[in-house]
Every structure is written in structure tokens, then in C-alpha cells.
């Protein structure tokens, strides 16, 4: 089954603590995406990658870091800098006919 | 300019109804038009899509309505049932599917049986 797989579903940080999201697909997409979804603000892009090696800051980067090694995978570290990381995050891969394909996310909380 | 404009906030409709949900946008770069529907704890499914060269798009009970010279698209779904019952994102991209996509805020919508 082609798809895209995010783990864990609920992750727990403690503060100070930096937790990384994975995210991995198996559909053979170039195009990556981290969105950070918190209630009544929709959707908002965190990070972004249109080929392996190679990545762009989205709308709300500060406290987020990435890497994209290969093509399947697509990490999301959220750092001690990250002041309200507490939000459900979704990672989306994405191809020019099939548009974007999401995740089932990860839920953050901070304890 | 990058935003992406979705009213209302939450809709209430009886089952058998039309729901309509609006989005309206500035930049006039972009050029393609994704509906998703999320429901709680699950990630967002790709539902209808259009480009701005057609005015309409149909699949199923679901029709996505675009006017350009408004800058204004819309989702409507006929003879709306429970199962229907989700939060649906209207979204916007230049030069292509596979492009950084703008969300709209969201629309909770409730079918009522």
C-alpha cells in the first residue's frame, strides 16, 4: 500500500527537551511539507523540500528544524526554542497530478 | 496577499441539504484549487480540485464553483448527510499541485440526521 506514515501519534516533551516527528512515504514524491495545525488557525506551513538535500523555511520556522537525506523521509525536530509547541502536526507529501497526500499527524503536548 | 479567506467558521445543516462553504483569495498567481475534508484525529483527504480554466467541477455530490474575475471559489455538497459531518479546508497554490499550498481557515460542518 503506497501511503505516508507519521509517527509517533501522541508525543509527550518535557520542557527544554528537543522531540523529533517522523514522517516517511513510500509514494515516490519529490515534494515534502510539515504543517503545524492548532484549533481555529487552519493549516500552517512549517517547513517545505522539493528534492532530497534541500529544504525551505515555511511561515512559522522559528524553533523547528529539518533534514531531508532521503527522498523518503522527511524529520521534523521541534527544539527547546519552540516556546508553544503543543499542536497536532501533519506531514504531507505531495506530486504535480495527484496534489498533496497528508499523514494521519502527530499530536505534541508539552508536560 | 498570501492569504486564503474561508467563511463561515462552522455550518449547520439537516441532512438532505446543500452545504456551501466560500473562500476567496488576492493573489492572482495562483492557480489551483484544492477542497480537503478532515475528521477529528485524522489528517486531511484530498476531496475536489480545480484549475481556473474551467468554472466548475463536479464529483459526485461534491462541486467546487470558481470565478475568477472575483477571485472567489466555492464548495458545495448536495444532499449533505452525517457522514459529511467534518472540518473542510479550502487551499491555493501557484504553478501547480505540487506546490507550497495557502489553507484557509476551516469550516466545521454538522449534518443533523
Known amino acids: 500500500d503506497g501511503g505516508i506514515t507519521q509517527s509517533p501519534k501522541y508525543l509527550f516533551r518535557k520542557e527544554g527537551q528537543n522531540v523529533t516527528l517522523s514522517c516517511e512515504q513510500n509514494?515516490?514524491?519529490?515534494?515534502m511539507y510539515w504543517y503545524r495545525q492548532d484549533p481555529g488557525q487552519g493549516l500552517r506551513l512549517i517547513y517545505y523540500?522539493?528534492?532530497?538535500?534541500?529544504?525551505q523555511k515555511g511561515d512559522i520556522a522559528e524553533g523547528y528544524s529539518v533534514s531531508r537525506e532521503k527522498k523518503e523521509s522527511f524529520p521534523l525536530t521541534v527544539t527547546s526554542a519552540q516556546k508553544n509547541p503543543t499542536a497536532f502536526y501533519l506531514c504531507?507529501?505531495?506530486?504535480?497530478?495527484?496534489?498533496?497526500?497528508f499523514g494521519s499527524g502527530t499530536r505534541l503536548t508539552v508536560v | 496577499q498570501q492569504q486564503v479567506k474561508q467563511s463561515p467558521q462552522s455550518l449547520i445543516v439537516q441532512k438532505g441539504g446543500i452545504s456551501i462553504i466560500n473562500c476567496a483569495y488576492e493573489?492572482?498567481?495562483?492557480?489551483?484549487f484544492p477542497w480537503y475534508q478532515q475528521f477529528p484525529g485524522k489528517g486531511p483527504a484530498l476531496l475536489i480540485a480545480i484549475r481556473p480554466d474551467v468554472s466548475e467541477k463536479k464529483e459526485g455530490r461534491f462541486t467546487i464553483s470558481f470565478n475568477k474575475s472575483a477571485k472567489q471559489f466555492s464548495l458545495h455538497i448536495m444532499d449533505s448527510q452525517p457522514g459529511d459531518s467534518a472540518t473542510y479546508f479550502c487551499a491555493a497554490s501557484a504553478q501547480g499541485g505540487s506546490e507550497k499550498l495557502v489553507f484557509g481557515k476551516g469550516t466545521k460542518l454538522t449534518v443533523n440526521p
Open positions: 509514494l515516490n514524491h519529490d515534494a
Open positions: 504531507a507529501s505531495a506530486a504535480e497530478v495527484y496534489g498533496y497526500t
Open positions: 493573489n492572482t498567481a495562483f492557480d489551483y
Open positions: 523540500s522539493q528534492i532530497v538535500n534541500d529544504f
